[in-house]
Nanobody, 129 residues
């Protein structure tokens, strides 16, 4: 499985960006995809994830500002990021997993980075204040 991320860039605080991640190769068995981000000197954290069925989960810090979506016809996941602030500055990585978790009555994509099987190259997002 290959993941190709794109869409990062420099944006002013309050602005928006849309990231894309196109999956190719042997994608059967992939049940979820996610965006992680890693700021300099910090760990890689989950931003948002989505299952093949459309269940989503978000980091608290991005709820209401970011939206993850997918187009199964073109095997692409998107991350619409609005109201960006300096704390969103990071390298953003897309990832794919064969693991789901069941909680609150719904299946969600895995949350831990160690449970993701494939990673794309990062795309850098810089928010200027």
């Amino acid at each position: 499985v290959q993941l190709q991320a794109s869409g990062g860039g420099l944006v002013q605080a309050g602005g928006s960006l849309r990231l894309s991640c196109a999956a190719s190769g042997s994608i059967s068995g992939i049940v979820g995809m996610a965006w992680y981000r890693q700021a300099p000197g910090k760990q890689r954290d989950l931003v948002a994830a989505i299952t093949a069925g459309g269940s989503t989960n978000y980091a608290n810090s991005v709820k209401g500002r970011f939206t993850i979506s997918r187009d199964n016809a073109i095997n692409t996941v998107f991350l619409q990021m609005n109201s960006l602030n300096a704390e969103d500055t990071a390298v953003y990585y897309c990832a794919a997993t064969r693991t789901m978790e069941y909680y609150s009555g719904t299946y969600y994509a895995a949350r831990q980075p160690g449970e993701y099987d494939y990673w794309g190259q990062g795309t850098e997002v810089t928010v200027s204040s």
